[in-house]
């Protein structure tokens, strides 16, 4: 059954760095997404991307972070300079076009430091 | 009022026993809703999305209010391997907005 990867596993990084976090979707899926989940707090949407374009984002995605698919394949999140509070897991979730269902990575875990 | 409000539990029943989770939602326009479910520090798995006739699968079964607001899900004949947090997950435009989730500890 094909699944969704992220890598890497676990970042850590200092306060004020450049990450990139990386997904590869399932080849069929259309719609991309980024949620985020803070330890012991729920699941937080980020941004989605379709069609090559962001087609919503949250007050959470602000000018720090951005997203791109660069070569058709790879989905990235990147955020340009971490703060201590982005410290969460980050989540990559697709799906097809005919339908709603969501299916998600198994994360990244970014420690900022 | 929060978007999807969950009893956060948690809840503690013995193997074979029936559990219900249940959850509100404030959009009234939304569409579509799903329970997933999440293992601790491990993304949410789509356990299944409900429909307004309701549905089962298995051991589960789902059911959506749009009256009330109000989706429901049903677990019989717990297993220990059901012991994970359950998100109720409702779609607004084309995002899912999570509930805290309810914490379900199966015992033997």
């Known amino acids: 059954e094909p699944e969704v990867t992220q890598t890497p596993s676990h970042q850590v990084t200092q306060m004020g760095q450049e990450v990139i976090l990386r997904c590869v979707p399932i080849s069929n899926h259309l719609y991309f997404y980024w949620y985020r989940q803070i330890l012991g707090q729920k699941v937080e949407f980020l941004v989605s991307?379709?069609?090559?374009?962001?087609?919503?984002k949250s007050e959470i995605f602000d000018d720090q972070f951005s997203v791109e698919r660069p070569d058709g394949s790879n989905f990235t999140l990147k955020i340009r300079s971490t703060k201590l509070e982005d410290s969460a897991m980050y989540f990559c979730?697709?799906?097809?076009?005919?339908?709603?269902?969501?299916?998600f990575g198994p994360g990244t875990r970014l420690t900022v430091t | 009022r929060k978007e999807v409000e969950q009893d956060p539990g948690p809840f503690n029943v013995p193997e074979g026993a029936t559990v219900a989770f249940n959850c509100t939602y404030s959009n009234s326009a939304s569409q579509s809703f799903f329970w997933y479910r999440q293992d601790c520090r491990k993304e949410p798995k789509l356990l299944m999305s409900v429909y307004s006739s309701g549905n089962e699968d298995g051991r589960f079964t789902a059911q959506l209010n749009r009256a009330s607001q109000y989706i429901s899900l049903l677990i019989r004949d717990s297993k220990l391997s059901d012991s994970a947090t359950y998100l109720c997950?409702?779609?607004?435009?084309?995002?899912?907005?999570f509930g805290t989730g309810t914490r379900l500890q199966v015992f033997p």
């Open positions: 991307f379709y069609n090559n374009e962001i087609s919503e």
């Open positions: 979730a697709g799906r097809l076009a005919s339908a709603y269902e969501q299916y």
């Open positions: 997950v409702v779609m607004d435009t084309d995002k899912l907005i």
